[in-house]
T-cell receptor, first 112, second 113 residues
Framework: ETGVTQSPTHLIKTRGQQVTLRCSSQ?????VSWYQQALGQGPQFIFQ???????GRGNFPPRFSGLQFPNYSSELNVNALELDDSALYLC???????????FGPGTRLLVL | AQSVTQPDIHITVSEGASLELRCNYS??????LFWYVQSPGQGLQLLLK??????LVQGIKGFEAEFKRSQSSFNLRKPSVHWSDAAEYFC???????????FGTGTQLKVEL
């Protein structure tokens, strides 16, 4: 039990729609990262937020955006969904540099 | 840019046998290295991590890994595998204090009873 929760667990959307995924972490975990895991692949880093500001981004287009809130929850927003966005989306939180990242169970997104 | 290679896509071992999962990384500076395990439908659980110091790292569930800088490797080992170890295993390298993790493509472990 990592103390990291994600909602919803599963989601089906159609191409062109927008989606919001949510992550809630333990108190004091001021850093959150989001990853995309396509079927049969390892997770790929999307971006990281620290104290409510983005401070690192992977090779993902601007239609992937995020928010982090003062209560340590966060959101991943994806606009103009494409079929290739179908994946498991994982959030990971931690309390600081060199601290362990704790992953949530993920949200499985299917884009039709 | 950093990268991780896990050359074995699938590995099958008998219960009670020893296990070694291979991981090679590419990174210009001192790496932060991790092994994670993922069971079906689950998120990632950290098995162990290497930041600095002793190159032999002990983790949970009886796993250990050895960092070999000369070989750019961080192989995961377990002396005696249990059926419950069947899962997918991911090696990862972290930058900037372990911030951004770059994962390998994973090794699927099957345990025969």
């Amino acid at each position: 039990e990592t103390g990291v929760t994600q909602s919803p667990t599963h989601l089906i959307k159609t191409r062109g729609q927008q989606v919001t995924l949510r992550c809630s972490s333990q108190s004091g975990h001021n850093t959150v990262s989001w990853y995309q895991q396509a079927l049969g692949q390892g997770p790929q880093f999307i971006f990281q937020y620290y104290r409510e500001e983005e401070n690192g981004r992977g090779n993902f287009p601007p239609r992937f955006s995020g928010l982090q809130f003062p209560n340590y929850s966060s959101e991943l927003n994806v606009n103009a969904l494409e079929l290739d966005d179908s994946a498991l989306y994982l959030c990971a939180t931690r309390a600081g540099i060199q601290e362990t990242q704790y992953f949530g169970p993920g949200t499985r997104l299917l884009v039709l | 840019a950093q990268s991780v290679t896990q050359p074995d896509i699938h590995i099958t071992v008998s219960e009670g046998a020893s296990l070694e999962l291979r991981c090679n990384y590419s990174y210009g500076a001192t790496p932060y290295l991790f092994w994670y395990v993922q069971s079906p439908g689950q998120g990632l659980q950290l098995l162990l991590k290497y930041f600095s110091g002793d190159t032999l790292v002990q983790g949970i569930k009886g796993f250990e890994a050895e960092f070999k800088r000369s070989q750019s490797s961080f192989n995961l080992r377990k002396p005696s595998v249990h059926w419950s170890d069947a899962a997918e295993y991911f090696c990862a390298v972290g930058t900037g204090g372990g911030n951004k993790l770059t994962f390998g493509t994973g090794t699927q472990l099957k345990v025969e009873l």
